[in-house]
Nanobody, 127 residues
Framework: QVQLVESGGGSVQSGGSLRLSCAAS????????KGWFRQAPGKEREGVAA???????TYGDSVKGRFTISQDNAKNTLYLQMNNLKPEDTAMYYC?????????????????????WGQGTQVTVSS
């Protein structure tokens, strides 16, 4: 059974940084995407960043230039480095992995692409 466990969330002031980690077990990284999503209260879950096993990355417009996604396949761990955090980045952050093929027309940041999700880690940014 695939398990994803996020860590690294917390409370920071505007302009601060956090590094999220997502440790995977029961899963061997395959030739698919892994991603970070976030959901604020009353809002839809949105894609933040995604990385393919070949290293290709994509980012949501609101985080480009501030967030960096990376992976360590030897450790089965996904990371999200978040710099210059803003109050609007406040949300529950989830990691997700795709283990099955999906339509090639699905965007990498579409939550429909992913079939396993972590439990989330809270990020709160104060002004």
């Amino acid at each position: 059974q695939v398990q994803l466990v996020e860590s690294g969330g917390g409370s920071v002031q505007s302009g601060g940084s956090l590094r999220l980690s997502c440790a995977a077990s029961g899963y061997r990284y395959s030739n698919h995407w892994k991603g970070w999503f976030r959901q604020a209260p009353g809002k839809e879950r949105e894609g933040v960043a995604a990385i393919h096993n070949d290293g290709n990355t994509t980012y949501g417009d609101s985080v480009k230039g501030r967030f960096t996604i990376s992976q360590d396949n030897a450790k089965n761990t996904l990371y999200l480095q978040m710099n210059n955090l803003k109050p609007e980045d406040t949300a529950m952050y989830y990691c997700a992995v795709q283990t099955m093929s999906t339509s090639p027309t699905l965007q990498a940041l579409s939550k429909l692409r992913y079939n396993y999700w972590g439990q989330g880690t809270q990020v709160t940014v104060s002004s």
